[in-house]
């Protein structure tokens, strides 16, 4: 069964640096999402993306990220200065748009990104 | 500020017995809502969805939905020890956004 895939599978990186978390949605989906999870925390929606482009974005989501589909079939999301409270699991999450699953979004393993 | 909220639990019920899962949420607008399974550390997993006024069943799983109540709950029914894990409800749809907005979760705990 396809599924979301997303690498690395646990990133470690100092404050201040660069990130790019990736993912490879389902091949057939149109929509794109990252959300990020803190640790005992609630998710939280990040970024939608569709059509090449931001459809929606949450106040979290701010000049510091930025979310790219390089090859169109990875999807990435950067985060150019990490800071400490950046850490947290992100996931990937894709769905077609269309047809039976339209309202199921499907999600990838996560990464978790812990910044030192 | 859209809200959903969720006694974050541990709920702990025997194995064989119902299970009940509770949410509210704050934005009328909302128009669909979504119950995700949860295991420790890994991503969620789309139980159910519901977007009528009433009850929605899938196999052991029943959705209900009250929006005068602004309401969401899912029972499960024979739980299982396999069913231990964390429940969120999501409420999406208003003002045309398709963006979820999850609780906190309901932390579930099936003893055999």
């Known amino acids: 069964e396809p599924e979301v895939t997303q690498t690395p599978s646990h990133q470690v990186t100092q404050m201040g640096q660069e990130v790019i978390l990736r993912c490879v949605p389902i091949?057939?989906?149109?929509?794109f999402y990252w959300y990020r999870q803190i640790l005992g925390q609630k998710v939280e929606f990040l970024v939608s993306?569709?059509?090449?482009?931001?459809?929606?974005k949450s106040e979290i989501f701010d000049d510091q990220f930025s979310v790219e589909r390089p090859d169109g079939s990875n999807f990435t999301l950067k985060i150019r200065s990490t800071k400490l409270e950046d850490s947290a699991m992100y996931f990937c999450?894709?769905?077609?748009?269309?047809?039976?699953?339209?309202?199921?979004?499907?999600f990838g393993p996560g990464t978790r990104l812990t910044v030192l | 500020q859209k809200e959903v909220e969720q006694n974050s639990g541990p709920l702990s019920v025997p194995e064989g017995a119902i299970a009940s899962l509770n949410c509210t949420y704050s934005?009328?607008?909302?128009?669909?809502f979504f119950w995700y399974r949860q295991y420790s550390g890994k991503s969620p997993e789309l139980i159910m969805f519901?977007?009528?006024?009433g009850d929605k069943e899938d196999g052991r799983f029943t959705a209900q939905l009250n929006k005068a109540s602004q309401y969401v709950s899912l029972l499960i029914r024979d739980s299982q020890p396999s069913d231990s894990a964390t429940y969120l409800c999501?409420?999406?749809?208003?003002?045309?956004?398709?963006?979820?907005?999850f609780g906190r979760g309901t932390s579930l705990i099936v003893h055999p």
């Open positions: 091949s057939n989906h149109l929509y």
């Open positions: 999501a409420g999406r749809g208003s003002g045309g956004s398709y963006i979820p907005t």
């Open positions: 999450a894709s769905h077609p748009g269309r047809g039976r699953s339209y309202n199921e979004q499907f």
């Open positions: 519901i977007y009528s006024n």
């Open positions: 993306f569709y059509n090449n482009e931001i459809s929606e």
């Open positions: 934005d009328r607008g909302s128009q669909s």
